[in-house]
């Protein structure tokens, strides 16, 4: 397992294929260096590349999630894209704006579910990165806020585009233009986590209940899930069933059709090959 300057990659026990992913600047409250989206999308292609990673768990060391981006890289943000051209200039500020938004759409491209465990803080970047994720707990101390519009930035690595489908487009309106911090329970009634959980070491055992049940089905109809939500958030009913089709009639020659069904048949737990 590679070695990270801001992040931890944990195995949950020797047998389980369910992954930890932390967050590791606990000093400063997980704050999101260039470092870090450097090193998020490598950490996540080397868990969806090893067979043994049925299901990530990513979440923060330390008292917080994540406190948004790390303030630094907001003030260099001006001088390294600096060119004696403003369009260079402008060329080299997008090129960087992408290079973030590419890490964070990292979560996506990964086949395997990505599951955050929210405690403390969620603010700025760190709502980004949760609202890429395919599930979302927190604790009853969480609390959140898509905190861009007070630096004076429009939000630009993905929430303003995935917030709206996840708590509803006026819903996500109000939060990102006011920059309100809104609780864990104010959380779970828009839509943004499925459940919150009274502490820290409840929501660990909740996530963890969560993610050996995924790990125990079909990696490939876990992957398909994914996959085939994803996609379809951007596509019409119609072009979404087309996508599904052209995807089953691939996946559904797979034999875990078969041992899922004579594994019920049965009454056994189903053995199902890594992905
Ligand atoms: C192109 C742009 C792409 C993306 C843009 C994203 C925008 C954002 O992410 S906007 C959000 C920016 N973040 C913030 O405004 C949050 C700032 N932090 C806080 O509000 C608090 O630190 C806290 C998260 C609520 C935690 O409070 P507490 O537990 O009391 O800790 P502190 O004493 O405040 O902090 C300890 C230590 O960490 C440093 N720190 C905290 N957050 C950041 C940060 N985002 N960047 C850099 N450093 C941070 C803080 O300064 C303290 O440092 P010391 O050296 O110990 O003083």
């Known amino acids: 397992m590679e070695n990270y300057k801001t992040l931890e990659i944990?195995?949950?026990?020797p047998k389980s294929s369910v992954f930890h992913l932390n967050l590791n600047r606990p000093s400063l409250r997980n704050a999101l260096s260039l470092d870090f989206f450097s090193e998020f999308p490598k950490a996540l292609d080397s868990l969806d590349q090893n067979p043994n990673?049925?299901?990530?768990?990513?979440?923060?060391?330390?008292?917080?999630f994540c406190s948004g981006i790390d303030l630094k890289v907001l003030d260099s943000i001006s001088e390294r894209s600096q060119s004696s051209d403003r369009g260079r200039t402008g060329e080299r500020?997008?090129?960087?704006?992408?290079?973030?938004?590419?890490?964070?759409?990292?979560?996506?491209?990964?086949?395997?579910?990505?599951?955050?465990?929210?405690?403390?803080a969620c603010i700025g970047a760190g709502i980004d990165v949760v609202t890429a994720c395919d599930i979302r707990f927190c604790?009853?101390?969480?609390?959140?806020?898509?905190?861009?519009?007070?630096?004076?930035?429009?939000?630009?690595?993905?929430?303003?585009?995935?917030?709206?489908?996840?708590?509803g487009y006026g819903n996500a309106v109000e939060l990102a233009?006011?920059?309100?911090?809104?609780?864990?329970?104010?959380?779970?009634?828009?839509?943004?986590?499925?459940?919150?959980?009274?502490?820290?070491?409840?929501?660990?055992?909740?996530?963890?209940?969560?993610?050996?049940?995924?790990?125990?089905k079909s990696p490939l109809a876990v992957t398909g899930t994914k996959a085939v939500l994803l996609r379809g958030r951007d596509l019409t009913v119609d072009q979404g069933l087309d996508y599904v089709a052209t995807w089953?009639?691939?996946?559904?020659?797979?034999?875990?059709?078969?041992?899922?069904?004579?594994?019920?048949?049965?009454?056994?737990?189903?053995?199902?090959?890594?992905?």
């Not at 990673?53 to 917080?64: C, F, T």
């Not at 006011?178 to 502490?199: D, H, I």
């Open 10 to 13: 944990v195995q949950r026990s």
């Open 53 to 64: 990673v049925s299901v990530i768990i990513l979440s923060g060391n330390g008292a917080h």
């Open 93 to 120: 500020l997008r090129r960087h704006i992408k290079f973030l938004q590419d890490a964070i759409t990292a979560i996506e491209h990964c086949r395997k579910p990505v599951i955050a465990g929210i405690h403390g």
């Open 139 to 167: 604790t009853e101390d969480a609390f959140f806020s898509v905190k861009e519009v007070d630096l004076a930035i429009t939000a630009d690595v993905g929430t303003l585009q995935r917030l709206p489908s996840i708590v």
């Open 177 to 216: 233009l006011t920059g309100r911090r809104f609780s864990g329970s104010e959380a779970k009634s828009l839509g943004l986590v499925s459940t919150v959980f009274a502490s820290k070491e409840a929501m660990d055992e909740g996530i963890r209940l969560v993610a050996e049940g995924i790990a125990a």
């Open 248 to 275: 089953n009639s691939g996946m559904l020659l797979s034999g875990d059709l078969a041992e899922a069904v004579s594994a019920q048949i049965q009454k056994r737990k189903p053995v199902f090959a890594k992905l």
